[in-house]
């Protein structure tokens, strides 16, 4: 069975900083990742997605992540953050040969001034 | 390109009440995934639609049932509400290119999700 595993319920940084939000998965065969963003009370944005090919995968935004294959990881990571970017980000995997999304269980992102 | 919609976007129903959300898929797409984000988690797997067929569905009991239109728009039904259904319900819409001696879900199927239900149960 597939599951991703999200560090770290809430990460804080200041604004301009580096932002690095991580993110494990476990799948049987090779994965299709994904990030979400979810501003509040509203749905979720794709941000990026990997599938095949390149490893590192620019998004929107100003983000990216690079999946790992020997970590099984899928960090995301925006070099300057922006105050905009505050907001809940769940990373999601799905199996190449099924359908459905398993996502974490998320990480709140909070930019100070 | 007109993208996922979700109506209505608040609901309150009492217990043991019955519930229909309904969702319409993003233009051009054929499938419909439906998900229940309770409070501090992450999106959980309810079922997904195609071809009007119930295809593939998470751990939710046979109170959660679906529905899918020609239109490729989709319903949630829940019965017999719980205190625990209290979540926000989110439907996604994808494109599913096509099976091949068995379905196959390429690259190309991604799924773009909707602003989503705000359900609570008193």
């Known amino acids: 069975a597939q599951s991703v595993t999200q560090l770290g319920s809430h990460v804080s940084v200041s604004e301009g900083a580096l932002v690095l939000l991580r993110c494990n998965y476990s799948?049987?065969?090779?994965?299709?990742l994904f990030w979400y963003v979810q501003y509040p009370n509203q749905g979720l944005q794709l941000l990026l997605k990997?599938?095949?090919?390149?490893?590192l995968v620019k998004g929107i935004n100003g983000f990216e992540a690079e999946f790992k294959k020997s970590e099984t990881s899928f960090h995301l990571t925006k070099p300057s953050a922006h105050m905009s970017d505050a907001a809940e980000y769940f990373c999601?995997?799905?199996?190449?040969?099924?359908?459905?999304?398993?996502f974490g269980k998320g990480t709140m992102l909070l930019v100070s001034p | 390109e007109t993208g996922v919609t979700q109506s209505p976007t608040h609901l309150i129903k009492t217990r043991g009440q019955q519930v229909t959300l309904r969702c319409s898929s993003q233009?051009?797409?054929?499938?419909v995934s439906w998900y229940q984000q309770a409070l501090g988690q992450g999106p959980q797997f309810i079922f997904q639609?195609?071809?009007?067929?119930?295809?593939g569905r998470g751990n939710f009991p046979p109170r959660f049932s679906g529905l899918q239109f020609p239109n490729y728009s989709s319903e949630l039904n829940v019965n017999a509400l719980e205190l625990d259904d209290s979540a926000l319900y989110l439907c996604?819409?994808?494109?599913?290119?096509?099976?091949?001696?068995?379905?196959?879900?390429?690259?190309?199927?991604?799924?773009?999700f909707g602003p989503g239900t705000r359900l609570l149960v008193l």
């Open positions: 996604a819409s994808s494109l599913f290119p096509g099976t091949s001696g068995g379905a196959f879900w390429g690259d190309q199927e991604t799924q773009y």
């Open positions: 799948s049987s065969v090779p994965p299709y």
């Open positions: 990997y599938t095949t090919g390149a490893t």
């Open positions: 999601a995997v799905r199996d190449s040969g099924y359908s459905t999304l398993t």
């Open positions: 233009s051009g797409h054929n499938t």
């Open positions: 639609y195609y071809r009007e067929e119930e295809n």
